[in-house]
């Protein structure tokens, strides 16, 4: 292995083009993203299935048992896939600033036991997510309540509560694959950066890019460009963030997000 002086100076791009390193870590983001969402899909289908044959068979229909039996499966998937995340973006890391690394070791040589890292992020996130199924078994039971109220027979709630459920589940799919993976993965970039940082002594910044197109928040358009130093926080619409994905800012800051931070040593110059 290289001298770590030598290996400090791999870690020190020159020039970084924030542009091309959004969209690198975007094409990450996308790719486990899109992976999630069909895992996700399918959870849901299988959930609503289960629901409604509880209902027709027995008359059963009671969401926070449902819940639990949802969470059950959600739980392993997610942690599961925030460990795939994290993976994927140290990996890419490793690849960008060290050619030579071993291919069992991360932040530069120093190993990572990301059972460890998932299980303190999913601590920062089980609140959120353990309401996932809970919020989903009440839109089956409002369904039934309201085919009942109409004097349905139980074929048809069972094809009225599919019809309705799979359009607004296939939308949930999609919320929570897109916000966990990104936030999962702004994370772990900056949990990257930090050690790197302190492993090597070395001084570095961030930057906040946002993607600038008719569906991003102003507050995040207005927060592009904006750099701190890597123990600062952005403020993006009032809000102190240390990342994109920060749950310190809120719902309004985080779910949809597509905004990328760049990190580069102080010597480096970032370009748009």
């Known amino acids: 292995m290289k001298p770590l002086a030598n290996r400090l100076l791999s870690f020190r791009q020159g020039r970084v083009n924030a542009r091309a390193e ?11 993203e899109k992976r999630f969402y069909k895992r996700m899909n399918t ?4 959930f609503l299935n289960v629901q409604l044959y509880l209902y027709t068979e027995y008359g059963i229909s009671n969401a926070e048992v449902a819940a639990q039996a949802f ?5 392993p998937l997610i942690q599961s ?7 994927a973006v140290y990996k890419n890391n490793e690849d960008k600033y060290m050619s030579d690394r071993k291919a069992d070791t991360f932040v530069f040589g120093t190993s990572i036991d990301f059972e460890a ?11 959120v997510l353990a ?45 929570i694959a897109r916000t966990e993976t990104h936030n999962a993965a702004s994370f772990a970039n900056h949990a990257y950066h930090l050690t790197a940082e302190k492993n090597l002594g070395t001084k570095m910044i961030k930057q906040w890019v946002s993607t600038n197109d008719a569906r991003t928040r102003s507050a995040h358009s207005i927060a592009n460009g904006q750099s701190v130093d890597m123990n600062e ?14 749950s310190r800012g809120g719902a309004r800051n985080v779910i949809n997000c597509r905004c990328i931070i760049i990190y580069a040593d102080e010597a480096d110059v970032v370009s748009n």
């Open 131 to 175: 309401g996932v199924g809970l919020r989903m078994a009440l839109r089956i039971s409002n369904l039934i309540e309201s085919g009942r109220a109409n004097g349905l027979t139980l074929p048809q709630i069972a094809r009225d509560v599919s019809t309705k459920f799979t359009a607004i589940s296939r939308g949930r799919a999609a919320l």
């Open 81 to 87: 896939h925030y460990k795939r995340v994290f993976q």
């Open 43 to 46: 959870l849901l289908r299988k």
């Open 117 to 127: 890292v998932v299980s303190n992020y999913f601590a920062t996130r089980e609140l």
């Open 233 to 246: 926080d952005f403020i993006v619409g009032g809000v102190p963030m240390g990342y994109a994905g920060d």
């Open 22 to 32: 959004a969209r690198t870590q975007l094409i990450i983001r996308n790719n486990l």
């Open 71 to 75: 969470n059950e499966d959600f739980i």
